[in-house]
């Protein structure tokens, strides 16, 4: 595992809510980032204590993210170190009810 799988394992598991994505909640640099951060709001999520990762500060990681999710995109969600999936999975899960369910720690 690289130094960047590594730190990203580490902030997966120590942390209830990661999101990697371009940017930071209060200012995201993309839309599928900015859609992210408010479908969590939504959800109830607080995003100042929200645990977001600025993936363009960071080339390992940015690169790193994908091969440690085996996902090609960004953003990335994790919930209590389980990977949910980007944008398009919060999307759907949120309607169906069902991110509020793992985001609260409730068996979907």
């Known amino acids: ?10 902030l997966v598991k120590n942390n209830d809510i990661v999101l990697f994505m371009k940017g930071s909640a209060s200012f995201p640099m993309c839309g599928f980032s900015g859609r ?4 969590l ?6 995003t100042k204590t929200l645990t977001t990762v600025n ?8 690169q790193g993210i994908k091969e440690y999710s ?3 995109t960004i953003p990335q969600l ?4 389980e ?5 398009d999975i919060m999307m759907e899960m949120y309607q169906s009810g069902e991110l509020q ?7 979907a």
Request: charged share 20%.
């Open 101 to 107: 369910q793992v985001i609260n720690g409730k068996a």
């Open 1 to 10: 595992m690289s130094d960047a799988q590594q730190d990203i394992d580490q």
């Open 83 to 87: 990977f949910i999936g980007g944008s």
């Open 36 to 39: 992210a951060v408010q479908v």
């Open 78 to 81: 994790y919930v209590r170190g």
């Open 41 to 46: 709001k939504a959800c109830g999520v607080d």
């Open 55 to 62: 993936v363009l500060e960071n080339d390992g990681i940015r």
């Open 70 to 72: 085996n996902w090609p």
